[in-house]
Nanobody
Framework: QVQLVESGGGLVQAGGSLRLSCAASGRTFRTYHMGWFRQAPGKEREFVAAISWSGSSTYYADSVKGRFTISRDNGNNTVYLQMNSLNSEDTAVYYC???????????????????WGQGTQVTVSS
């Protein structure tokens, strides 16, 4: 069992940056693959970025590639999402998620993940 707590959301102007953090409980964080998803009002939850347990593999949605960077610190049980060049389409609640086990066939799919945080709101004003 792992508990995830997101932080770092807020209100930012278009073109600005934010850094989200996701703190995980438990001693097995380093064995979990991690993902960031987001959900805007009236829309389905969508994939943003993911990182393997070791940090050696990362994945990004096309809409954020080149602007967002996912990273992790296994020593501090934390995964990060650095978001640059934000625009109004990035406005959403951002969730982090964790997946147990070594296999990870579809990092961009919500059903791949076993645990979810409560989310943090990101609002980009134009």
């Amino acid at each position: 069992q792992v508990q995830l707590v997101e932080s770092g959301g807020g209100l930012v102007q278009a073109g600005g940056s934010l850094r989200l953090s996701c703190a995980a409980s438990g001693r097995t964080f380093r064995t979990y693959h991690m993902g960031w998803f987001r959900q805007a009002p009236g829309k389905e939850r969508e994939f943003v970025a993911a990182i393997s347990w070791s940090g050696s593999s990362t994945y990004y949605a096309d809409s954020v590639k080149g602007r967002f960077t996912i990273s992790r610190d296994n020593g501090n049980n934390t995964v990060y999402l650095q978001m640059n060049s934000l625009n109004s389409e990035d406005t959403a609640v951002y969730y982090c998620a964790a997946r147990r086990g070594s296999s990870w066939p579809n990092p961009s799919r919500t059903y791949e993940y076993d645990y979810w945080g409560q989310g943090t709101q990101v609002t980009v004003s134009s």
